[in-house]
């Protein structure tokens, strides 16, 4: 029987305690209507900068792949690796959740609102 991704949208793996999480559709388009490429860059900027606000120790343990066609983030911390992906899920595949997170976080110069 073929267990459910708890990573979803994303592909886990591991090796050697360090673990990574790739995705690879990257909903260009949703990136496009907001003059952004939608590359592994953009999502990196989108995530820093939401975590930032939301969340600043958890962007502490992550590592942030530099790859142009597909998008990796990286940590010794599965745990971590597993609260990004519940997060990405929350907005993945809702495409006015997805523009309304574009159109606030992938900006070069962020302000966070800090609660």
Not at 29 to 57: C, I, T
Request: hydrophobic residues 45%.
């Amino acid at each position: 029987m073929k267990q459910a991704n708890v990573y979803q949208p994303f592909l886990f793996s591991s090796f050697q305690r360090r673990h990574s999480l790739t995705l690879s559709d990257l909903k260009w388009k949703a990136f496009e209507q907001h003059d952004f490429l939608g590359d592994g860059e953009d999502w990196a900027l989108l995530l820093e900068n939401m975590l930032s606000e939301k969340n600043p120790a958890l962007l502490e343990k992550l590592t942030f792949g530099d790859e142009t066609l597909m998008f990796c983030i990286r940590s010794a911390d599965k745990d971590a690796l597993h609260e990004i992906a519940e997060m990405v899920f929350a907005f993945y595949d809702d495409e006015a959740l997805l523009d309304a997170c574009i159109t606030r976080y992938a900006q070069y110069e962020f302000e966070p609102e800090l609660v």
